[in-house]
């Protein structure tokens, strides 16, 4: 694919605990953003971190960004059960002028 | 505030049937509109995009076609399904400018029999 792949592919956890998951791409990125869906909807947008930041925080979730290695990962800290849903990485790829998704990490937090 | 309706929530159609899918924006003037498509347990790939009334990019060939009467309004539309048409798809709105820190809408459950 062109960008955009995460693992790992499925993560179960258990409350309390900390998820992280990664995001590997291909070519030179403007922002790499992350987004979460919910079974059966649509996504919604959490962090955007731009190509010259290497870190970026936002309530439990922590995202860094590895543009050396192409690599981004998200870390979700004290996990709830709410927090069960799928996350995609999608790049703000350069010449592309659009975003491109990821297949996505599958989460489960068990209560 | 933006909100972003799609309709219907979930279709079955037949193969051969013609298809409309309709999406609103309301909040928000002259936004970025685009429709994905998910296959199950996979990522987004980007089928149209427009940034006008009028103004549709298409990024993959196939039997689909878009359509953006109205600012806030996008239609996705097929003469003919075909069963590799299932699939969810999906609209969203960014700024005009930037196709970033897009908002999806709810989604719409398509299955081809």
């Known amino acids: 694919s062109q960008q955009g792949e995460e693992d790992p592919q499925a993560l179960s956890i258990q409350e309390g605990e900390n998820a992280t998951m990664n995001c590997s791409y291909k070519?030179?990125?403007?922002?790499l953003q992350w987004y979460r869906q919910n079974s059966g909807r649509g996504l919604v947008h959490l962090i955007l971190?731009?190509?010259?930041?290497r870190e970026k925080h936002s309530g439990r979730l922590r995202v860094t960004l590895d543009t050396s290695k192409k690599s981004s990962s998200l870390l979700i800290t004290a996990s709830r059960a709410a927090d069960t849903a799928s996350y995609f990485c999608a790049t703000d790829a350069q010449g592309y002028n659009k975003l491109i998704f990821g297949a996505g990490t599958r989460l489960a937090v068990h209560p | 505030s933006q909100t972003i309706h799609q309709w219907p929530a979930t279709l079955v159609q037949p193969v051969g049937s013609p298809l409309s899918l309709e999406c609103t924006v309301e909040g928000t003037s002259n936004p970025n509109l685009y429709w994905y498509r998910q296959a199950a347990g996979r990522g987004l790939q980007l089928l149209f995009y427009s940034v006008g009334i009028g103004q549709i990019s298409s990024e993959v060939p196939q039997n689909l076609s878009a359509s953006r009467p109205q600012d806030r309004q996008f239609i996705l539309s097929s003469k003919k399904l075909l069963l590799s048409d299932s699939g969810f798809y999906l609209c969203?709105?960014?700024?005009?400018?930037?196709?970033?820190?897009?908002?999806f809408g709810p989604g719409t459950r398509l299955t081809v029999l």
């Open positions: 070519t030179s990125i403007n922002n």
């Open positions: 971190i731009r190509s010259n930041e």
């Open positions: 969203a709105w960014s700024i005009w400018g930037s196709y970033n820190e897009q908002f």
